[in-house]
T-cell receptor
Framework: DSGVTQTPKHLITATGQRVTLRCSPR?????VYWYQQSLDQGLQFLIQ???????AKGNILERFSAQQFPDLHSELNLSSLELGDSALYFC????????????FGPGTRLLVL | AQKITQTQPGMFVQEKEAVTLDCTYD???????LFWYKQPSSGEMIFLIY??????QNATEGRYSLNFQKARKSANLVISASQLGDSAMYFC????????????FGQGTTLQVKP
């Protein structure tokens, strides 16, 4: 158990819908990262937050947004869902913004029908 | 472009033998970090080992060691005394230098340990 929690574990929804994925980092970690794992794209970095502020953006679609709250938990919002958004979404956390090891949560498996 | 390449899509190893999973990377950054993660069939990503670009010695963590050859830009994972529970997908990742800790992942290698 990495100490990173993600909810829900599984999510099935329809095209055009909006979902919210939630992540709680390890105790004491200030950085949260979101990654998407799909069969065609592999593991891709989406976005990083550090202590409530956006730190870096990767290949995140405009239909996707995220935030980190004062209690350091983070939410990833996916809207206008398409079939191709079906993937495993990971949250990871680390103590600092740069050099530290990232520990991953169990992931949220999203299926868009 | 910064990139991680894992050329072995799948590998087999006999239980109790050692196995090497290959990883090469491409970066012009002077400072970077290299990681290996394990993803069992259950889906979670488990951190295994880390090597910094300036580390003089190869990293080791229990049965895992990282064979770091900086001039060749390779960071191969060596698993000694393979166990059935080592059957999983293994990902090599690089953290470039810069203002973020984002990781760039390779495509992964599936390892199957035979009894």
């Amino acid at each position: 158990d990495s100490g990173v929690t993600q909810t829900p574990k599984h999510l099935i929804t329809a095209t055009g819908q909006r979902v919210t994925l939630r992540c709680s980092p390890r105790s004491g970690d200030l950085s949260v990262y979101w990654y998407q794992q799909s069969l065609d794209q592999g593991l891709q970095f989406l976005i990083q937050y550090y202590n409530g502020e956006e730190r870096a953006k990767g290949n995140i679609l405009e239909r996707f947004s995220a935030q980190q709250f004062p209690d350091l938990h983070s939410e990833l919002n996916l809207s206008s869902l398409e079939l191709g958004d079906s993937a495993l979404y990971f949250c990871a956390s680390s103590s600092g913004p740069l050099q530290e090891t990232q520990y991953f949560g169990p992931g949220t498996r999203l299926l868009v029908l | 472009a910064q990139k991680i390449t894992q050329t072995q899509p799948g590998m087999f190893v006999q239980e109790k033998e050692a196995v090497t999973l290959d990883c090469t990377y491409d970066t012009s950054d002077p400072s970077y970090g290299l990681f290996w993660y394990k993803q069992p069939s259950s889906g979670e990503m488990i951190f295994l080992i880390y090597q910094g670009s300036y580390d003089q010695q190869n990293a080791t963590e229990g049965r895992y060691s990282l064979n770091f050859q900086k001039a060749r830009k390779s960071a191969n994972l060596v698993i000694s005394a393979s166990q059935l529970g080592d059957s999983a997908m293994y990902f090599c990742a690089m953290r470039p230098s810069g203002n973020t800790g984002k990781l760039i992942f390779g495509q992964g290698t599936t390892l199957q340990v035979k009894p």
